[in-house]
């Protein structure tokens, strides 16, 4: 068995490279696939994702063990992409925007998402606010729990639960809306 | 059960926690609330279409590792060239060895200069506020020795004396500075 997250990091703060270049290996899927579901373009994602774990070693002295090491890589990872959004501004888009930013796609039966048209349930995530995205794509895209969620990003679980119960309804009436739009009924 | 309380059971469907007997309910309720139908039709295909979404292997790219590597040895490695501090220890040194220079020499041949630049009308004013003023400070001064040290030391002395601190701090000052920049630029 290999050596843990923390005593990779208790090595890589002694200077020990090879300790750190470990955690990254560990830890680079999990930040890279949230932020590319955050920011959508592969190479801002990729630059994002290297930028965290610069800051991660920048900051090796203060992690503490009391938090599992991968939710502190995602509380750094949250709060860089949050950033970067906000000087994108990209973070507050009206339900209205969203409407009509949507692609218009044609729907043969009355199912609402068909194989081939996931790519509306991806637009519309990728039109929520960041309050709702951000946890709607650790949980239902990442598989976190509202735990893991939680500590990542520094808010109370019942206020998480709130935003995807919020965000799930969000989505769920632009989808509609696209829907109508598009002069499909149930 | 009203809309509120099915959409509740809906997130509960969502979140895999919902019971046999909540289900039921849901169902129940659906079949004839037809904007409850529809919403979780809709939270349905959400919740299939994020897990087909989920699956999907998203691996960070190639070389990712030595990439994030590489930036932190860039970041550790120290910054040849001229950083600001170098920049301001280098006018440090020009300042102190031009004033030291330019008053070693204005020193010496103080009378001789003012005596030569007094001959031009435009000098002629400074000059008397430069005499009015040492004349003054020299007897302030000479007052403070006075009470000091029972006039045991000269005005002259005293100014010399401080003038000399002052040098000696600034040669101090300058020849720390030059020490590190020469240190540091030796290094490379």
């Known amino acids: 068995m290999g050596a843990s997250d923390y005593e990779l990091v208790q090595s890589a703060s002694a200077g020990d490279e090879n300790a750190f270049e470990e955690l990254v290996g560990r830890y680079k899927n999990l930040v890279y696939s949230v932020i590319l579901r955050m920011v959508t373009d592969a190479e801002d994602a990729n630059d994002l994702a290297q930028e965290v774990f610069i800051k991660v070693y920048r900051n090796l002295d203060k992690y503490s063990p009391e938090f599992k090491f991968s939710t502190w890589v995602m509380r750094i990872a949250t709060n860089t992409v949050i950033d970067f959004r906000r000087k994108k501004k990209q973070a507050f888009v009206s339900i209205e925007d969203m409407e009509t930013e949507l692609p218009d796609i044609a729907t043969p039966e009355n199912t609402y998402l068909e194989t081939e048209e996931k790519g509306i349930l991806q637009k519309a995530i990728n039109q929520l606010p960041d309050m709702y995205k951000l946890p709607i794509v650790m949980y239902h895209l990442e598989g976190m729990s509202y735990q893991e969620i939680s500590s990542s990003l520094g808010v109370s679980m019942s206020k998480i639960k709130n935003r995807i119960f919020r965000g799930r309804k969000l989505l769920k009436d632009m989808i509609i809306k696209q829907k109508e739009g598009d002069g499909i009924g149930l | ?188």
């Open chain 2, 1 to 188: 059960m009203d809309c509120k309380y099915a959409e509740k059971l809906m997130m509960k469907y969502m979140d895999s926690e919902i019971t046999e007997k909540e289900a039921s309910a849901l169902n129940e309720h659906i079949a004839g609330c037809e904007k409850c139908r529809q919403a979780f039709y809709v939270y349905d295909a959400m919740l299939r279409e994020s897990e087909i979404i989920a699956a999907e292997e998203i691996t960070a790219p190639d070389g990712f590792e030595q990439a994030v590597m590489a930036k932190i040895k860039a970041e550790k490695k120290p910054v040849y060239g001229y950083s600001t501090s170098d920049r301001i220890r280098e006018v440090c040194l020009c300042v102190f060895i031009a004033l030291f220079v330019s008053s070693g020499v204005i020193s010496r041949n103080a009378e001789a200069i003012m005596a030569k630049l007094y001959q031009y009308p435009v000098f002629r004013g400074y000059i008397d506020k430069v005499i009015a003023f040492s004349a003054k400070s020299n007897i302030y001064i000479q007052q403070a020795a006075d009470i000091i040290n029972g006039a045991v030391i000269s005005a002259d002395r005293i100014l010399s004396s401080m003038a000399l601190l002052i040098g000696v701090c600034l040669l101090a000052v300058c020849l720390l500075q030059a020490v590190v920049y020469a240190r540091k630029n030796w290094r490379r």
